[in-house]
């Protein structure tokens, strides 16, 4: 018997393998930097690392790659100099850039073997994921949050991808809520933000502060309620203004600010809106009423009147006098910052920027005051604010070494033996924290790796503008970064194209003005993504208040994936011979919650299935590699046709 020659603790042939291949891993923060040093001490030789973050000082008690000296450089370089002190002979390559960067397309993903993502955000886990499909690389796909984690393998026609499962959609809530009748200190939260917006950054009409009168609830009857929302800008004689350029007029006057009691301005911030808020009596029949603070009674005490908690200072919470001070000092800090950019300069709210941060947390505890909510620390308010999980250096280490032994197995040709796997906070029955599950097949509903991906979209074609459909519905919702659009109308009318000028006339148009209306059909294209998605339009005059659209309906009955005597007949997203069908032969069996499997035996890692739409969609011709000419773009019509008609993947 031939002895098993080993290099070090691998066999000599899964060695040799590792000194070769190129891996290409996205993201260099809190996982990140665990996993660089991995597979450098692994035998990863040829790695490629991306992101376009810059090292802060709150990565430092974590991110171990970065010192206090490197904070404002890029992750990626100062990631690759500290790794290559682990393994000098590495050959690392770093990128400061945006893995949705159009460089970086499909045939730049085809030179690696393996990708390993390490990301903090939904939409570049959703274009690597479809970058990887279309390249047919395999991905291994990560996430932390607090103590909890996940490990899970993506490989075209074998397993799920990462948007076979619903993902839960960020929390919103309705601006009347926002703007009258805050409930939960993250309301409050939310309204502080909206306010440095309002004052210091980018203008957002659907971020306004001041009371609502268009609230549904101060009336009974829907037609006054419409008549409300439709009310003229000018009540009697004085005229509303924006609140940053009031504010502009009063040079940030804290006190003004804090009052709003100047003669031009009907609504205000914690006193004249709050009495505003009073006069609608209805609001608070059900409710405690909400007390006006007084800016000038409060400024007479010279120094806090309680604090409540203990440790550090970010911990504690301040009485109502030390966040009116707080107040004030950071208003005028961010009034000379704003002075300082120049004329017609913003600002952008950043949860590790000190000032903003003071901002947020005195004008949120504030009105938490005023709505008699228990007041919460900057700590906590940063932490809900920034949509921050805290992010534990361990649960980091243990699901980066997760990835590296999924990629052994990978680069063993053991992809059936890949596994998902969860790292649990406490242990379950079977005193284990680590729970293994077997990867899911690919799910026929899916808009993504389906063969003929296909969903149906609910709209009101007369008030959703074109714009909208390209940035709410295609970039926002299906992550696509750069839409095409035709109108299966007959005459191939291009509606939204990707190349710069072709249709911007276009954006301000609604979708009724091209003839688009009840049970049209439009086909999406992304080339950079290769991925294509036929697009069911469902006219509705009846969604509910500040809904847009939604994405409707329960997906028909679907045929089981399709067996390779089929292969021929469907084109999935990606070259036509990438497509492979699922080899998998073990179909979801139940809906489990993740956290809750106890069992020895390795299980589906199905959750509840996702509702997808039945896919009917053709594919438009992707571009010639051989003659690098794209394919001819379809007529586009830049005027109407006269006659048409819990996701536990929170990254650290």
């Not at 000032?355 to 900057?378: E, Q």
């Not at 243990?398 to 990978?410: N, P, Q, R, T």
């Amino acid at each position: 018997m031939v002895p098993l020659q080993l290099v070090g603790s691998l066999r000599k042939e899964l060695a040799d393998s590792l000194s070769t291949c190129r891996v290409l891993v996205v993201g260099a923060g809190g996982i990140g930097c665990e996993l660089l040093k991995n597979v450098v001490l692994t035998g990863f030789k040829n790695i490629e690392v991306i992101d376009l973050d810059v090292i802060d000082v709150s990565n430092l008690n974590r991110q171990f790659l970065f010192q206090k000296k490197h904070v404002g450089k890029s992750k990626a370089q100062v990631a690759k100099e500290s790794v290559l002190q682990f393994c000098p002979t590495a050959n690392i390559t770093a990128y400061h850039d945006s893995i949705m960067n159009p460089d970086y397309n499909v045939e730049f993903f085809r030179n690696f073997m393996l990708v390993m993502n390490a990301l903090d955000n939904r939409a570049a886990r959703n274009h690597v994921n479809r970058m990887c499909l279309a390249a047919d690389i395999p991905l291994i796909e990560s996430g932390t949050a607090g103590y909890l984690g996940q490990v899970t393998v993506i490989k075209k026609g074998l397993t799920e991808c990462y948007e076979c499962q619903p993902k839960p959609t960020q929390k919103t809530f309705p601006g009347c809520t926002i703007r009258n009748t805050p409930s939960e200190p993250i309301h409050c939260i939310v309204w502080a933000k909206y306010l440095f917006n309002q004052l210091f950054g980018e203008e957002d009409a659907d971020q306004e502060v001041s009371p609502d009168t268009a609230d549904p609830e101060l009336s009974w009857n829907p037609a006054d309620t419409e008549a409300r929302a439709t009310a003229s800008d000018q009540d009697g004689d004085i005229k509303r203004v924006s609140t940053k350029d009031w504010a502009r007029s009063t040079g940030y006057d804290p006190v003004k600010l804090f009052n709003k009691d100047y003669i031009c301005v009907v609504l205000q911030l914690f006193k004249d809106d709050i009495r505003y808020l009073l006069t609608m009596d209805k609001l608070w029949k059900k409710r405690k009423a909400p007390l006006p603070l007084d800016w000038l009674e409060h400024q007479k005490l010279t120094c806090p009147q309680r604090v409540t908690g203990t440790g550090l200072k970010d911990q504690q919470v301040l009485g109502v006098a030390g966040y009116c001070q707080l107040f004030s000092r950071s208003v005028e800090t961010l009034r000379s910052m704003l002075a300082d950019k120049g004329d017609g300069a913003e600002l952008v709210w950043d949860k590790d920027d000190p000032p903003a941060m003071d901002f947020v947390t005195a004008a949120a505890n504030l009105r938490m005051y005023i709505f008699s909510m228990n007041m919460k620390s900057r700590f906590d308010i940063k932490s809900m604010a920034g949509n921050i999980i805290p992010a534990i250096a361990t649960t980091n280490a243990v699901i980066a070494g997760l990835i590296v032994l999924e990629a052994l197995k990978i680069l063993s040709g053991d992809v059936e033996h890949c596994r998902t796997i969860f790292l649990n906070k406490q242990p379950n029955p079977r005193k284990k924290l680590l729970v293994p599950c077997a990867l899911d097949p690919p799910s026929a509903n899916c808009y993504v790796c389906a063969s003929k991906p296909e969903v149906t979209v609910k709209l009101n074609v007369h008030k959703t503008l074109v714009l909208a459909l390209q940035d709410k519905i295609l970039k926002e919702k299906f992550g696509m970064v750069a839409p095409d659009v035709q109108i299966e109308d007959g005459k191939g009318t291009i509606l939204i194209s990707s190349e710069e000028g072709e249709t911007e006339a276009n954006n301000c148009k609604f979708l009724s003005d091209f003839g688009i209306r009840n049970g049209s059909r439009l086909q999406v294209d992304d080339f950079l993504q290769d991925y294509t998605l036929l697009v069911n339009v469902i006219h509705s005059e009846d969604l509910e208040k500040d809904v847009e659209f939604e994405v409707v309906g329960d997906a028909p009955d679907k045929a089981p994936t399709p067996t390779r005597s089929q292969e021929g007949k469907n084109v999935a997203n990606g070259n036509k011979e990438s497509a492979e069908p699922s080899t998998s032969s073990k179909a979801p069996a139940e809906q489990n919650e993740v956290l809750l499997v106890d069992s020895d035996e390795e299980e589906p890692s199905s959750s509840t299935m996702a509702v997808r739409m039945e896919s009917r969609g053709h594919k438009r011709k992707l571009h010639d590699a051989e003659t690098g000419e794209a394919s001819a773009k379809r007529q586009h019509l830049s005027q109407p046709s006269a006659d048409d008609d819990i996701d536990i993947i929170a990254l650290d």
